[in-house]
């Protein structure tokens, strides 16, 4: 109820958000009527809000055999593989649906997990999350970092890399299919993935109840180099952004719509 609430405060403080939702809505094709997309992107917020609030309170259930009553799991095998191989690192791409926080902190119960995050708006909450995440095998990496090795330094040590891949991309990014449309894509995790030959994987955390979570992964991408790298990274990409599409459409209200995902100068 405190997630739903706030939610529905920012929706309304917030118009210029529930345009740009309501918009891609629309533009994506998961819906067509205007009133229906309204309502989804609202329920969109509330998501976002009660994300938070699971996070805050993800302790209480991702310790010891109480996890099993909040989450289900569909890890394909040789996913599970290459998390329970000490001598192998794991690229999870993910996008903004349901709750990737909770993902993440609990795949750190297979090896340390680095994941990248940006500041809180509101200090409290903020110094909240902080908090929270030092009690697990996750680590919070800066969006921005003077640090440019980060990244492999991660991978050299077979850790997991955990980033999110579907806001626009802007100088950064390749221009790849989204929902039928062009969108400017960060290729970070396909770069990552063709130069370290570190495995990689699509993943997502549905929320399916009140504290309740299915976590779920494709298969390891297989990418056979064709020897143009633009053409590699364009293939990684549109596999990632299918099987988010794919995820997005099992339940829209749990997508951050309100970021704009197309630009119009794309």
């Known amino acids: 109820m405190i997630g739903i609430g706030a939610g529905t405060i920012y ?14 809505i629309l533009k994506s094709g998961v819906e067509t009527d205007p009133k229906k997309a309204r309502v989804i992107a609202k329920k969109a917020v509330h998501s976002m809000a009660i994300l938070l609030v699971e996070s805050l309170r993800s302790n209480e259930f991702l310790e ?30 993910s996008g903004h649906f349901g709750n990737w926080e909770v993902a993440g902190h609990y795949i750190s119960r297979f090896k340390p997990v680095a994941g990248i995050t940006r500041k809180m708006n509101n200090p409290r909450v903020e110094k909240l999350v902080k908090q929270r995440k030092s009690r697990y095998r996750f680590r919070p ?5 003077s640090n440019t090795a980060r990244f492999l330094e991660i991978l050299d040590e077979k850790e997991i890399l955990a980033l999110l891949f579907d806001q626009h991309a802007g100088s950064y990014g390749l221009m790849v299919p989204f929902f039928g449309h062009p969108a400017v894509t960060f290729k970070t995790v396909a770069m990552l993935h063709l130069v370290t030959r570190t ?31 633009e053409e590699d ?7 990632l952004n299918r099987d988010l599409e794919n995820v997005i459409c099992e339940d829209p209200t749990q997508y951050l719509w309100a970021h704009r995902r197309w630009r119009d100068d794309d």
Request: charged share 30%; aromatic share 6%; proline share 6%.
């Open 11 to 24: 929706w309304w403080i917030d118009r210029k958000r529930q345009k740009v939702a309501v918009a891609n």
């Open 64 to 93: 010891g055999d109480k996890m099993y009553d909040h989450l289900t799991f569909d890890i394909q095998p040789d996913v599970m593989a290459a998390l329970e191989d000490p001598d192998k690192g794991l690229i999870i791409a």
């Open 141 to 145: 990496i800066p969006k921005h970092d």
């Open 199 to 229: 495995p990689l994987c699509f993943a997502s955390c549905k929320r399916v109840g009140p504290m309740k979570f299915e976590l779920k992964s494709s298969n390891l991408i297989q990418v056979k180099r064709s020897g143009n790298k």
């Open 233 to 239: 990274l364009r293939n990684i990409l549109t596999q």
